[in-house]
């Protein structure tokens, strides 16, 4: 916007003088300014701000609109912000687009997480020719929308205002899952360091039994390693099953976040096919799944799933970043999945889709293997699934504080139902002939360790440091006094 305006000397224009000064466009919203002088002869200047009725709206969002406010185009020629306040009582994404040509080019877009009966209000400064505003819900109903837009010839564009010892106001931190940031009752901030519980990377030419069980059967199918990656090959006869899962199961920890990570690629989809990857467990035994979340290619739609007590819950429409839709391709892709026992994420690079379990639990267990499988419903064409790693992580210390069990006798007494972590034995006294087994199970199976010490000399404190998968149990023969420490 350029200026021009002059009066004759010595003396000054008389008080209220008004200037009309324009933008060397001539038009759009707000470009016209009242100037005058008031009477100490000092410049003053008011400017148009306009509501913009194209981008405000007090609609709900609801399954009628998609859950979604998409503004009009409204040119910001002579506009230098773009004002943008909302009141809503759910979580919504807002996003300021802005386009040289109005439709189909939305070019520049700003995107900003909105948290439920929170306050908002961003100013952005204006670049493009043209702006609408694009609000939207998780497929979330809204009985609360308040969004108004401005447009603002002159703007700084700095907070709405200043904390109370005159800096930047800041909001606590959140990503685009949803995660917020947070300080103890003393101030500082809570972190916690990512601990890798199952999975592993595929190095050489040979499946390591230690980490990953498989099995394939049908003509063509096939699980192999090499080039730093598991391949699963699904052949072509019906009823043709590959799977693979981690030998161990991830241990959760209430409090605590769980993540699945997996780097995959995948062949584009065949009919009579299905490809999954992800978190699960079976009750009976795996690689029969009855409890999990998953991504999945069936034939040619990508889903996810939810599992509980082998009743699914198939995810086509989703309520993420990403869309409503999505398509992997036939590239690599990074796929994460977070729980707690309340919700799952799935993640595509960004947020696809938040599962919320509010009226009963979402899976009869929070323990989990990495899994991935192929299983042909019928006779297809061969395709493959392609990871390069697939790993779960708790989202916190591998620790919890411990718990103990003081013994002196037991013939398969269990100590711990599920995952658990065993940390030492103390044996206070051990006699000739005495022996103690602990056994990775609720059965005396699967032996963890066996010791025997003879001569009268018991070893005193000995460490483990080692989780257990299945549960705790101990058998003593013999005179012992001894305790258990474990978690």
């Known amino acids: 916007m350029t200026v021009k305006f002059q009066y004759s000397r010595p003396s000054s224009p008389p008080s209220g003088t ?8 001539g038009g759009g919203a707000g470009v016209v300014q009242g100037v005058y002088l008031d009477g100490a002869n000092t410049l003053s200047i008011t400017q148009n701000v ?29 506009v230098a912000g773009i004002q943008v306040s909302l009141y809503a009582d759910k979580n919504c994404t807002v996003r300021v687009e802005q386009s040289p040509d109005s439709t189909p080019h939305w070019d520049l877009i700003d995107t900003y997480y909105y948290k439920a009966s929170g306050n908002f209000g961003v100013t952005v400064q204006a670049i493009s020719s043209y702006v609408r505003v694009v609000v939207t819900t998780a497929n979330e109903t809204t009985t609360t929308f308040r969004l108004q837009t401005a447009l603002c010839p002159i703007v700084e564009a700095v907070p709405r205002s200043l904390d109370e010892n005159g800096n930047f106001r800041i909001a606590t931190p959140m990503d685009e899952y949803g995660f917020e940031s947070e300080n103890t009752p003393m101030g500082e901030v809570r972190m916690v360091e990512p601990f890798r519980l199952v999975g592993a990377t595929f190095e050489g030419a040979v499946i390591d039994s230690n980490f990953w069980t498989s099995a394939s059967n049908g003509t063509g199918a096939s699980i192999t390693q090499g080039g730093g990656q598991l391949l699963i090959t699904s052949g072509t006869s019906a009823s043709a099953v590959v799977t693979a899962y981690s030998t161990r199961r991830a241990r959760y920890v209430g409090g605590a976040g769980m993540r699945y990570r ?14 999954r990857w992800g978190i699960g467990w079976g009750s009976s035994a795996m690689p029969t799944v009855t409890d999990g979340a998953w991504f999945q290619l069936n034939g040619a739609s990508f889903q996810a799933q939810v599992m509980k007590g082998g ?15 999505y ?22 690079g960004d947020l696809l889709h938040t599962f919320k379990a509010d009226t009963e639990t979402w899976s009869n267990t929070m323990n989990f293997h990495a899994f991935m499988d192929s299983t042909n419903s019928a006779a297809a064409s061969s395709v493959r699934l392609m990871a390069r790693v697939a790993t779960i992580y708790r989202l916190g210390k591998i620790e919890t504080a411990p718990i103990w069990a003081h013994l002196t006798a037991g013939t398969g007494t269990v100590l711990k139902r599920g995952p658990g972590r065993l940390h030492h034995i103390v044996f206070n006294t051990f006699s000739n002939g005495a022996t103690v087994v602990l056994y990775d199970a609720v059965t005396a199976t699967n032996v963890i360790a066996s010791t025997a010490p003879v001569n009268n000399i018991y070893p005193g404190n000995v460490l483990y440091n080692l989780d257990f998968y299945n549960g705790l149990t101990v058998t003593i023969t013999g005179t012992v006094d001894l305790t258990i420490v474990y978690e």
């Open 327 to 348: 398509d992997p391709g036939t590239s690599v892709n990074t796929y994460e999945i977070y729980w707690t026992n309340s919700k799952v994420w799935f993640s595509a």
């Open 311 to 325: 009743s699914a819950s198939t995810i086509t429409t989703f309520n993420g970043h990403l869309g409503t839709s």
């Open 50 to 78: 306009t509501a913009d009725d194209n981008n405000s709206s007090t609609t709900n969002l609801s399954a009628t609109n998609g859950y979604t406010f998409t503004g009009a185009a409204t040119s910001t020629l002579g």
């Open 18 to 25: 008004e200037i009309e000064v324009r933008s060397a466009s």
């Open 262 to 275: 997996a780097v995959v690629q995948a062949d584009a989809g065949t009919e009579n096919n299905v490809r």
